[in-house]
């Protein structure tokens, strides 16, 4: 299974960004897919997830209400729509994937569950 995270870029304050993960080598409807940061001088911290039927979703409170995870299980492929960013959202984006449970939740946000997949980053920078 390869993940392949896009559309990062700069952005000034208030800007949108859609960031896009495509998976191969399986079939997105199997799979979980949770999108992660890193921002510098932190650690890792999750940032969004949505079922494998987009049933549910989650988002972190730093981002609710300003981010938006959807799918699209034809073109293999989630997007993470980024409005309102803020200097603070800087960091280089990951989409990851989980087998078992397919489902999302708070635990796959929090870091509880070991996401079986990664992808190389993509990196966001919002700047003055």
């Known amino acids: 299974v390869q993940l392949q995270a896009s559309g990062g870029g700069l952005v000034q304050p208030g800007g949108s960004l859609r960031l896009s993960c495509v998976v191969s080598?399986?079939?997105?409807?199997?799979?979980?897919i949770g999108w992660f940061r890193r921002i510098p001088g932190k650690g890792r911290e999750g940032v969004s997830c949505i079922s494998n039927n987009a049933g549910s979703t989650y988002y972190a409170d730093s981002v609710k209400g300003r981010f938006i995870i959807s799918r699209d299980n034809a073109k293999n492929t989630v997007y993470l729509q980024m409005n309102s960013l803020k200097p603070e959202d800087t960091a280089v984006y990951y989409c990851a994937a989980l087998r078992e449970p397919p489902r999302c939740s708070r635990y796959m946000v929090l870091g509880v569950y070991a996401m079986d997949y990664w992808g190389k980053g993509t990196q966001v920078t919002v700047f003055s």
């Open positions: 080598g399986f079939t997105l409807d199997d799979l979980a």
